[in-house]
């Protein structure tokens, strides 16, 4: 899959073309089939970007981790692959400074890697029986206009 992502800079504009690969998917349900899932389950997602290798000129590979986990822990989802970023020499040097100094990759690449592996986790959610890792859909309270809004921290039910 091929996501493609462009960055402005003063009067011209560099793309960065993003391809994703995935190589391993690994999906586990702990809880049992017979036992309703609990109430509230709350899940982290975590992206993690585990280097940055320069190819050629122009092109750099990032291999990555995307994990979904569960509290109480009801599954374990885990997505690896590869972000391999082609662009402009300068933004490609760029990147590979950035990543020397222990910054993030540019946002166009966690949001294409992220977009991936949201789209496999859902999918093996639905396989496991288990709530996918979005937020919960809930309309809005209404509120007097004097009344300031109280956001509380999303749960998760089922």
Sequence with gaps: MILEAARAFSDDCIVLRVAIQ????????????????PAQVQIAVNIN??????????????????????????????VKGKAQVTGDRSE??????????????????????????????????KSLGIPPPLPPIGLPSEASPTQPIQRKEPRYTT
């Design 49 to 78: 970007i585990v280097g940055l290798d320069q190819k050629t000129e122009s092109t750099v590979e990032a291999p990555f981790v995307f994990t979904v986990s569960y509290t109480p822990s009801i599954a374990q989802l885990s």
């Design 22 to 37: 995935v190589t391993n998917l690994s999906g586990e349900r702990y809880w049992a089939y017979d036992t309703p899932l």
């Design 92 to 125: 490609v040097v760029q990147m590979t400074e950035e990543h020397k100094k222990n910054r993030p990759p540019p946002q166009t690449v966690i949001q294409a890697v992220s977009n991936i592996a949201m789209a496999e986790v859902i999918i093996m959610s």
